[in-house]
T-cell receptor, first 114, second 116 residues
Framework: AQTVTQSQPEMSVQEAETVTLSCTYD???????LFWYKQPPSRQMILVIR??????QNATENRFSVNFQKAAKSFSLKISDSQLGDTAMYFC???????????FGKGTLLTVNP | NAGVTQTPKFRVLKTGQSMTLLCAQD?????MYWYRQDPGMGLRLIHY???????AKGEVPDGYNVSRLKKQNFLLGLESAAPSQTSVYFC???????????????FGPGTRLTVL
């Protein structure tokens, strides 16, 4: 069974600064996908970024980028130029194999301070 | 195109009461999921469906039943609600690309359920 671990329950960052959220996972699958989801106070789950394990290049989406270390089973999210609207719970998630489901970490609550 | 919708958005039940949560999607997605979210626990899969008329158990299925009679709807039932089922419930759907289950999961807005 896959597991996803987010070791930082809470983090804070000043507006305009850069912050990195950590995620590690455990799997025996060779092909899989990793995701970061954002959940603002509105409660809506929003996909931030996706990484396919067979791609060596790290995914980027505007101010969001990942550091994917496949051998270390690490998948961190970097948010550059943090904005107040980035304040949210962030979930790391794993999909792999034929079990049709996402496995989520417990989340990191990020607060961006003015 | 409404995406994934959930009914109701809020509900308060007394212990032992029953209720059904409705999830509807208009994206012609094959796969649908029910999750529950509890503080410090992330999202945990309750049940899922890979197509009309099929359902399967997820990580925490006890106390819940589901039905997928129509492709666009996925119902989650609580036959006898318990305080431990107080949670926020999310529905999601996705379309399997290339025969694999993965594709982006689209989430509904959630239902906050309180069982007294």
């Amino acid at each position: 069974a896959q597991t996803v671990t987010q070791s930082q329950p809470e983090m804070s960052v000043q507006e305009a600064e850069t912050v990195t959220l950590s995620c590690t996972y455990d799997t025996s699958e060779s092909n899989y996908y990793l995701f970061w989801y954002k959940q603002p106070p509105s409660r809506q789950m929003i996909l931030v970024i996706r990484q396919e394990a067979y791609k060596q290049q790290n995914a980027t989406e505007n101010r969001f980028s990942v550091n994917f270390q496949k051998a270390a089973k690490s998948f961190s999210l970097k948010i550059s130029d943090s904005q107040l609207g980035d304040t949210a719970m962030y979930f790391c998630a794993f999909w792999g194999g034929s079990n049709y489901k996402l496995t989520f970490g417990k989340g990191t609550l990020l607060t961006v301070n003015p | 195109n409404a995406g994934v919708t959930q009914t109701p958005k809020f509900r308060v039940l007394k212990t032992g009461q029953s209720m059904t949560l409705l999830c509807a999607q208009d994206m012609n997605h094959e796969y649908m999921y029910w999750y529950r979210q509890d503080p410090g626990m992330g999202l945990r899969l309750i049940h899922y469906s890979v197509g009309e008329g099929t359902t399967a158990k997820g990580e925490v299925p006890d106390g819940y039943n589901v039905s997928r009679l129509k492709k666009q709807n996925f119902l989650l039932g609580l036959e006898s609600a318990a305080p431990s089922q107080t949670s926020v419930y999310f529905c999601a759907s996705s379309y399997p690309r290339g025969g694999r289950a993965y594709n982006e999961q689209f989430f509904g807005p959630g239902t906050r359920l309180t069982v007294l």
